[in-house]
């Protein structure tokens, strides 16, 4: 009987660790609204970036100039190429992400290159935000290290990642996970579209400004430039609701 026990909830247990771990691996895209809730002076300041508006770079007549010389039609309506729309969007064609067709209502939030395309897609962690935000008010901190096992992107590798399957997924461009579709707008274009992640990372076109954090994440895996960041941080409104 005790054996059978022992078996049943070792049964269920592996049940449980395949299922999570299925999970962690496919953690859906919330859209900006739910992120911004908490972090209102990142929303705040994100919107005035460049990938706020980067759907707007699809429509017919936008941007005629840069389109002509990546030998784009720039009377062209691309809002429904599947070519384009994967690095103008949040989490295209994936759970909770970007889908052509998608209505008005849901579109609005994932119609941008938005919070999750550079911190990961948020289905799960932002759980775990909200009950390390309540730790805190206890006392106790939380390690980043269990933040990764949620799909976020904490470690230099994994944002430099992310900026990359955009910026640098192109033939020859030194970054080795590039496949297609790729951009159209390279270094052999214009000398200016080459990537610089230091640079890049730290420009308010592209960026949001950055805002002080009490500490509720602890320890490695850190961003290297985290606590440059934060020395420099702007007071901002709290993170929790
Ligand atoms: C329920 C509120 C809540 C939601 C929703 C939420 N967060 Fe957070 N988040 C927090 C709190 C609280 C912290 C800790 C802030 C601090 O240390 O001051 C945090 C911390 C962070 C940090 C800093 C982590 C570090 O290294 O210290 C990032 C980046 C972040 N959140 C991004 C996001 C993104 C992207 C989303 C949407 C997918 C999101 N958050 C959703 C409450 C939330
Ligand atoms: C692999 C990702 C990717 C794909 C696919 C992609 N883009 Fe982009 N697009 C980018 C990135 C990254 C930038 C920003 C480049 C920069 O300014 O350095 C960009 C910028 C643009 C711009 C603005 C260029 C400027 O100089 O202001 C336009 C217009 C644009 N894309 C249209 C398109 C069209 C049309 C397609 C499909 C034919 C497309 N993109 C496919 C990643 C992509
Ligand atoms: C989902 C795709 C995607 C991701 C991920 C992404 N970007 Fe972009 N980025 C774009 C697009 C598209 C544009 C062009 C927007 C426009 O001009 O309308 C752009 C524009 C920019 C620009 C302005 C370009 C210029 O010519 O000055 C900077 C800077 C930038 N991104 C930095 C970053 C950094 C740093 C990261 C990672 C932390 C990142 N991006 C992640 C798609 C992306
Ligand atoms: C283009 C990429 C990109 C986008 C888009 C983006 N972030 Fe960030 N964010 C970063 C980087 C890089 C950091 C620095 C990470 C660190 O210091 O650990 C950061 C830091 C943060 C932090 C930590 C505190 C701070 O201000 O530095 C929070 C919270 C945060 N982002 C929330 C958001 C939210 C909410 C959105 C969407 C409304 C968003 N981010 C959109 C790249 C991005």
Same mark, same amino acid.
Request: hydrophobic share 30%; glycine share 10%; net charge positive.
């Given at each position: !009987?005790?054996?059978?026990?022992?078996?049943? +909830?070792?049964?269920?247990?592996?049940?449980?660790?395949?299922?999570? !771990?299925?999970?962690?691996?496919?953690?859906?895209?919330?859209?900006?609204?739910?992120?911004?809730?908490?972090?209102?002076?990142?929303?705040? +300041?994100?919107?005035?970036?460049?990938?706020?508006?980067?759907? #707007?770079?699809?429509?017919?007549?936008?941007?005629?100039?840069?389109?002509?010389?990546? &030998?784009?039609?720039?009377?062209?309506?691309?809002?429904?190429?599947?070519?384009?729309?994967?690095?103008? =969007? #949040?989490?295209?064609?994936?759970?909770?992400?970007?889908?052509?067709?998608?209505?008005? +209502? &849901?579109?609005?939030? =994932? %119609?941008?290159?938005?919070?999750?395309?550079?911190?990961?897609?948020?289905?799960?962690?932002?759980?775990?935000?909200?009950?390390?935000?309540?730790?805190?008010?206890?006392? &106790?901190?939380? @390690?980043?290290?269990?933040?990764?096992?949620?799909?976020?992107?904490? +470690?230099?590798?994994?944002?430099?990642?992310?900026?990359?399957?955009?910026?640098?997924?192109?033939?020859?461009?030194?970054?080795?996970?590039?496949?297609? @579709?790729?951009? @159209?707008? #390279?270094?052999?274009?214009?000398?200016?579209?080459?990537?610089?992640?230091?640079?890049?990372?730290?420009?308010?076109?592209? !960026?949001?400004?950055?805002? %002080?954090? %009490?500490?509720?994440?602890?320890?490695?895996?850190?961003?290297?430039?985290?606590?440059?960041?934060?020395?420099?941080?702007?007071?901002?409104?709290?993170?929790?609701?």
């Amino acid at each position: !009987m005790k054996k059978y026990v022992l078996m049943v +909830s070792f049964f269920v247990l592996s049940l449980f660790l395949i299922v999570s !771990m299925g999970n962690a691996k496919q953690a859906g895209y919330a859209g900006y609204k739910k992120c911004g809730g908490c972090h209102k002076s990142q929303k705040k +300041s994100w919107k005035d970036t460049v990938h706020k508006k980067s759907f #707007t770079d699809l429509k017919a007549g936008k941007k005629v100039e840069a389109k002509k010389k990546a &030998k784009l039609d720039p009377q062209k309506d691309y809002t429904k190429d599947e070519k384009c729309v994967g690095c103008h =969007v #949040t989490g295209f064609n994936k759970r909770g992400g970007y889908k052509i067709g998608l209505k008005k +209502s &849901k579109a609005k939030y =994932v %119609k941008s290159v938005g919070c999750e395309m550079c911190h990961g897609a948020g289905g799960l962690y932002r759980k775990e935000h909200r009950n390390a935000g309540g730790r805190h008010k206890k006392g &106790k901190t939380t @390690p980043r290290a269990k933040l990764v096992k949620l799909g976020m992107n904490v +470690s230099t590798e994994a944002i430099e990642n992310a900026c990359y399957s955009c910026h640098m997924n192109y033939e020859g461009s030194g970054w080795d996970g590039a496949k297609e @579709p790729y951009t @159209p707008f #390279t270094p052999k274009v214009d000398a200016k579209y080459k990537f610089d992640f230091d640079k890049a990372v730290k420009t308010e076109k592209g !960026m949001h400004k950055h805002f %002080k954090l %009490k500490g509720v994440f602890t320890g490695e895996p850190k961003f290297k430039y985290h606590d440059e960041f934060q020395k420099n941080a702007e007071e901002g409104e709290s993170a929790e609701e």
